[in-house]
């Protein structure tokens, strides 16, 4: 407000609406020092009032970026730190199962197997992790724990059956009911005879060929199906001799008999070979009962020992819309018909989660820009984790009494499979691809998050340049302003207090 001069020494009254301006001028600029923004509002900008929209729209964009990209950002560390303890586990189970560890012991289980067990129980844990009540592991069912627990797994309950009762079922029917794992052996006079108890078997043994490394023992392998071996003892043999053979294995693996010819008299196991007998029927008739005792031998040790890995693959690749598979029965060891899948009803399924078709990593994504979504989910039915699970799993539920002359063959039939397995071998996953993936991710998450925070500081300038006063500017208008009214309001008082008789 001014006072308007209307000559030498006089004023004129100011305006009343002048002083209420004023006053009000001040408390805006009071207000921007202590705020330090111009305007309360968009309109009050002017001019620059579209520009404010603008960057304020990009920015909080930007911050929905980085909002998502943070919490990711924790969820993928600690993915990736269970990964990689898992990755641990599996590596020490693989140094423990050797096959000298064994060592009779009253519960029929060794050091190695106990471990295992604890592993196992600590891997579920890392699978089960949650962040804010978002499990990990369960892909796009975040809100459902993925993983049943160690009990319930291994054992089942009233109504369904574990992962012990489907190893049981499944090592009886490749065992068979003649316990020489689905063969049958026969022959006469000098000849021995091996055959498949009949075509399309999906148990037990499977011939694949023989030999001998002599002529006396002659052999004929027929493919089949169903496939057979004869061999005929068509002149003594010498003792060293030997006939081969060759088996495949449910899990895949191929196991070699051989059976050695030794002289009368000498001592050893009728499973390692033969005597040579006084004539060729004498030598075949020790023959078939030596193909009988390795056979036997075998069925319970290395065909055990597969039908374990199997029964543990078909448990961990069952899901809640992939039952796990089960031998037809019971009677199991007579079972003919291929496995078949079992019911939530009847069998654990031990995977909860997300098990629908595509990418464990596409279950959860972020979006870290406009047109860039980084995919960072994960299952725990994944092949890596199944493959440690399986392993984990056949190492705890095994046992190996020392009442069983067979114990100490299945253990070291068992945990050379385990060390395989659990080695990852080529064409399986390995943890080490699921911690490059997530590793990926966050790469692809930091770079955008780099990104966004320059391009946020360089907005955040720019529109303090538009929306922020400048602290010095406005104390001194403030000061300007407050001098103005103190003189106005004193020479208003002033005029209003001129009188007649105070001017005479």
Do not use: C
């Given at each position: 407000m001014t006072i308007t001069p209307t000559g030498t020494g006089a004023y004129r009254l100011a305006n009343p609406n002048q002083f209420v301006s004023m006053r009000g001028q001040l408390d805006d600029l009071q207000r921007q020092l202590t705020t330090q923004k111009k305007s309360e509002t968009f309109a009050g900008l002017g001019m620059d009032r579209g520009v404010s929209l603008d960057l304020n729209n990009k920015l909080s964009t930007l911050d929905g970026y980085l909002t998502g990209i943070q919490r990711a950002d924790v969820n993928l560390k600690l993915m990736t730190k269970a990964v990689e303890n898992f990755a641990k586990l599996a590596g020490e189970t693989r140094a423990d199962a050797r096959p000298d560890s064994y060592v009779e012991t009253s519960t029929g289980r060794t050091s190695p197997q106990v471990l295992a067990e604890e592993k196992f129980k600590q891997t579920l844990d890392l699978l089960g992790s949650q962040v804010n009540g978002?499990?990990?592991?369960?892909?796009?069912?975040?809100?459902?724990?993925?993983?049943?627990?160690?009990?319930?797994?291994?054992?089942?309950?009233?109504?369904?059956?574990?992962?012990?009762?489907?190893?049981?079922?499944?090592?009886?029917?490749?065992?068979?009911?003649?316990?020489?794992?689905?063969?049958?052996?026969?022959?006469?006079?000098?000849n021995a005879t091996?055959?498949?108890?009949?075509?399309?078997?999906?148990?037990g043994f499977k011939l694949t060929n023989a030999s001998s490394s002599t002529a006396a023992l002659t052999t004929a392998y027929t493919a089949g199906p169903p496939a057979d071996i004869a061999v005929?003892?068509?002149?003594?043999?010498?003792?060293?001799?030997?006939?081969?053979?060759?088996?495949?294995?449910?899990?895949?693996?191929?196991?070699?008999?051989?059976?050695?010819?030794?002289?009368a008299g000498t001592t050893g196991a009728a499973a390692d070979g033969f005597v040579i007998g006084t004539d060729a029927t004498t030598t075949a008739t020790n023959l078939r009962a030596s193909i009988n005792a390795a056979l036997s031998r075998e069925a319970n040790t290395s065909l055990s020992a597969a039908s374990a890995q199997v029964a543990a693959k078909d448990f961990f690749a069952g899901s809640p819309s992939n039952p796990p598979l089960r031998v037809p029965g019971p009677p199991f060891n007579t079972a003919t018909a291929a496995p078949a899948p079992g019911t939530a009803a009847n069998t654990v399924i031990w995977y909860q989660g997300d098990d629908a078709a595509g990418s464990a990593r596409a279950t959860a994504s972020v979006q870290v820009d406009q047109g860039q979504q980084v995919a960072a989910g994960a299952r725990a039915n994944e092949e890596a984790f199944r493959t440690g699970l399986a392993q984990f799993?056949?190492?705890?539920?095994?046992?190996?009494?020392?009442?069983?002359?067979?114990?100490?063959?299945?253990?070291?039939?068992?945990?050379?499979?385990?060390?395989?397995?659990i080695g990852f071998p080529t064409g399986t996953q390995a943890p080490s691809e699921l911690?490059?993936?997530?590793?990926?991710?966050?790469?692809?998450?930091?770079?955008?998050?780099?990104?966004?925070?320059?391009?946020?500081?360089?907005?955040?300038?720019?529109?303090?340049?538009?929306?922020?006063?400048?602290?010095?500017?406005?104390?001194?208008?403030?000061?300007?302003?407050?001098?103005?009214?103190?003189?106005?309001?004193?020479?208003?008082?002033?005029?209003?207090?001129?009188?007649l008789t105070n001017y005479l």
């Open positions: 978002r499990y990990l592991f369960s892909g796009r069912t975040s809100d459902v724990e993925p993983v049943e627990g160690f009990s319930l797994i291994m054992d089942g309950d009233a109504t369904r059956a574990g992962l012990k009762q489907l190893i049981s079922e499944r090592k009886q029917a490749d065992l068979g009911a003649g316990g020489l794992g689905r063969l049958v052996t026969g022959g006469a006079g000098t091996i055959a498949e108890e009949a075509a399309g078997l999906p148990y005929n003892v068509a002149a003594l043999p010498q003792p060293g001799d030997t006939l081969k053979i060759a088996l495949s294995l449910p899990d895949g693996t191929t196991k070699e008999v051989t059976l050695t010819a030794r002289a799993a056949i190492m705890a539920a095994e046992t190996f009494p020392a009442s069983d002359p067979n114990s100490k063959l299945r253990y070291e039939a068992m945990t050379e499979r385990v060390r395989n397995n911690i490059v993936e997530l590793g990926s991710a966050q790469t692809a998450m930091s770079q955008a998050k780099e990104r966004h925070t320059a391009t946020s500081n360089y907005l955040n300038t720019t529109l303090a340049g538009v929306e922020d006063i400048t602290k010095e500017e406005v104390a001194m208008q403030i000061l300007a302003l407050q001098t103005t009214l103190q003189a106005s309001y004193q020479t208003t008082s002033m005029l209003q207090q001129l009188r």
